[in-house]
């Protein structure tokens, strides 16, 4: 076997990833690589690139040069449904929850047993983790506090049996009680396995939450290690993420 061969341990690989908006040259050859079970952070300031780096290897934004791989299948600039079937759940930046259904709707319909054919999501485990959503079944989408989009767009994402969860700021706005839920969240599903990419403006609990971590600045990345050597590395934090 050769060294080059794309290891089956390789979930999510990125390599020279670029990116535009119009004239302004967004992403600068970003690459990541994400392993089987692997928590994984993306730090940086805002406007540094982290959306637009999600929303290229997920095929929402055009990759103007570069390659994503999904479990060693290149799906560069394929469409988001098909990368997503590959075992990705996405919580976007801003929920995407339907407003006009229920919860239980929103729910049952994002639900499919996984790229191994597991099932470990089920409705019932949702709402088992999500207590709250389990006494607002039939609310409509639109009727949900912030903190219950979130929770629902969380379960929605589990119910595909995802390999890999992409968190995008998925505690933006939210009162403390409910921030803290979802970080055990984040928690519990790193516990179960699945790899996790997560974007949070509070880096010390990504850094808890994440076994390594990428820095970005605008549009490339200037640092990389084990989330635990960078929480002590109070030099670069303060370069970096300006604290
Ligand atoms: N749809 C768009 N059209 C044009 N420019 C955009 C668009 N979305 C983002 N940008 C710009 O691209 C750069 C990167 O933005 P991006 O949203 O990826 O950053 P971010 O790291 O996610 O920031 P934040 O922490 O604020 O969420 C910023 O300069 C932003 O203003
Ligand atoms: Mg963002």
């Known amino acids: 076997m050769s060294a080059a061969q794309p290891s089956q341990d390789v979930l999510l690989e990125a390599s020279d990833l670029h990116a535009h908006y119009g004239q302004s040259h967004v992403l600068q050859g970003v690459a990541l690589r994400i392993a089987r079970g692997e928590a994984v952070g993306l730090l940086g300031r805002n406007g540094m690139g982290k959306t637009t780096f999600i929303r ?3 095929g929402q934004v055009r990759a103007s040069g570069g390659r994503v791989s999904v479990a060693g299948r290149d799906m560069t600039g394929q469409p988001t449904e098909r990368i997503a079937r590959l075992g990705i759940g996405y919580v976007p930046e801003g929920r995407g929850v339907f407003p006009n259904l229920s919860v239980r709707e929103n729910l049952v319909m994002a639900a499919r047993p996984g790229t191994r054919g597991q099932r470990e999501w089920t409705l019932e485990r949702v709402l088992k983790t999500f207590p709250r959503l389990a006494e607002r079944l039939d609310h409509g989408g639109g009727q949900l506090s ?25 505690t933006e706005g939210l009162a403390p009680l409910v921030v803290a839920e979802i970080w055990r969240v984040i928690g519990l599903i790193r516990a179960s396995g699945i790899a996790s990419l997560v974007v949070d403006r509070d880096f010390r609990k990504v850094l808890t939450h994440t076994d ?30 300006g604290v």
């Open 56 to 58: 290229t290897l997920l």
């Open 146 to 170: 912030g903190g219950e989009q979130q929770m629902m767009a969380i379960g929605r994402a589990l119910m595909t049996n995802p390999e890999l969860m992409i968190l995008d700021e998925a």
């Open 212 to 241: 390594r971590c990428v820095v970005l600045e605008k549009g490339r990345v200037v640092l990389e290690g084990p989330s635990a050597a960078l929480a002590k590395d109070e030099a670069a934090l303060h370069r970096y993420l």
